[in-house]
């Protein structure tokens, strides 16, 4: 099995990645949609989707939670960052951005535009809604130039991508024996070795084993506490797990919490924990793109695939149910093959509380309440980071 006439073939799995994968990134798209034109017959629609700080066609919309005007998330971000205002532009409040609620998302998604801007397309002056514009320029336009998802950096039209097939530097060469990958294949070095590659995939292999080891004994205490606090009565109906907190929340009237036993500091009011929350602190957005850089630190569930990076870690602690271990991307990739593009923060989930620090002292306003870690969330954050029990 070392002789050098093994034979070699193309990576089968990539060249369909770069036939069916083959995107254009979120700025591009950005620039598309914010030029396109609102179909004049949609006259609900031609003055509400602009974005007050770019003056374009609003992209992956975010709302003032003082006036509810959307901008972009982008802008949003940019303008924040900036560091030069930190008002809304328009309302002049503290800018504080969320979800748009359902209805004015439905509204944006289902707005008409004149079609696609490129007259080769076979969307081209057709009406379409604002989301399935996004669908195709995204995924199906034959004219939009995307980028190669091996990062060789090629750029090309997407109709052009059998063509980058055959010219990408990032295609591997796969062994038809033991089908270890190579970029290329050199005459002059020495021949191929299945056994040392067979060896390699044994250590890794290994390693896979142990995490597994790790989360099982995780699964045995977990299961052991879940039992304990259930004989407890602790685990009913009105209890949820979020993605801001460890601990199970309990849905409670704020008039019960304050008499509850050690909860006097509440008598004169209660503040919403998920102000704390706002955004991923090394950067990342909702909607951009994913952090492929392969010496990038992970905070990793590898039961439900939560991410943290090294900054969300550090801010917001191990907030996550499961404990999260420390990896590098290239080593994650190995193990989890839904990481082969990228991953992303799931601290670009958070959009702090629309409540800020105001203190709340409404007797029958509801909350979501730790008693034993003194922690707190308004309905509104709650909806906006509560999971799935199951999860």
């Known amino acids: 099995m070392v002789e050098s006439s093994v034979q070699f073939e193309q990576n089968p799995d990539q060249i369909n990645l770069i036939i069916s994968k083959s995107e254009a990134d979120q700025q ?12 004049q017959e949609d006259k609900r629609a031609s003055d509400e989707l602009d974005c007050s700080i770019c003056l ?3 992209y992956n919309p975010v709302e003032c ?18 560091g030069k205002n930190d008002s809304c532009p328009l309302c002049k409040q503290k800018l504080s951005a969320k979800q748009p609620h359902r209805f004015v998302k439905q509204f944006i998604e289902d707005s008409l535009f004149d079609g696609c801007k490129f007259e080769l397309c076979n969307q081209f002056g057709k009406s379409i809604k604002y989301i399935d514009l996004i669908k195709h320029y995204q995924y199906e336009c034959e004219e939009v130039k995307v980028s190669c998802p091996l990062k060789c950096g090629g750029l090309y039209q997407r109709k052009f991508r059998q063509q980058h097939r055959d010219q990408c530097n990032q295609i591997q060469w796969q062994c038809t024996q033991c089908d270890c990958n190579k970029l290329d294949i050199d005459e002059t070095q020495p021949p191929h070795n299945c056994i040392e590659y067979l060896k390699q995939q044994v250590k890794l292999y290994k390693l896979k084993y142990e995490i597994s080891e790790q989360q099982f004994e995780e699964y045995k205490t977990q299961i052991k506490g ?35 036993p050690g909860h ?34 992970i905070f990793h569930c590898n039961i439900c695939n939560f991410d943290f990076c090294e900054a969300c870690y550090d801010t917001y602690g191990n907030v996550h149910k499961h404990d999260l271990v420390k990896l590098a991307f290239q080593q994650l990739k190995e193990l989890n093959s839904n990481y082969a593009d990228g991953w992303k923060c799931d601290g670009t989930q958070y959009f702090g509380c629309p409540l800020g620090q105001n203190i709340q002292t409404d007797l029958d306003e509801l909350l979501y309440h730790d008693a034993q870690n003194g922690f707190d969330l308004c309905d509104v954050c709650f909806q906006n980071y509560v999971i799935d029990e199951d999860q």
């Open 28 to 39: 591009s798209i950005k620039a598309l949609i914010g030029t396109s034109k609102v179909d």
């Open 65 to 82: 939670s003082n006036c509810q005007k959307c901008f972009c998330e982008d802008c949003v971000n940019s303008w924040l960052q900036a």
């Open 264 to 297: 006097e500091g509440y008598n004169l009011g209660w503040c919403c924990d998920g102000r704390k929350f706002i955004g991923c602190k090394s950067g990342q957005a909702l909607r951009g793109d994913f952090c492929r850089d392969p010496e990038s630190s």
């Open 56 to 58: 374009q066609i609003i």
């Open 226 to 260: 879940l039992k304990d606090n259930y004989s407890l009565g602790y685990y009913q109906k009105e209890h949820y797990q979020t993605i801001v907190h460890k601990c199970p929340l309990k849905m409670i009237v704020f008039e019960q919490m304050r008499s509850l």
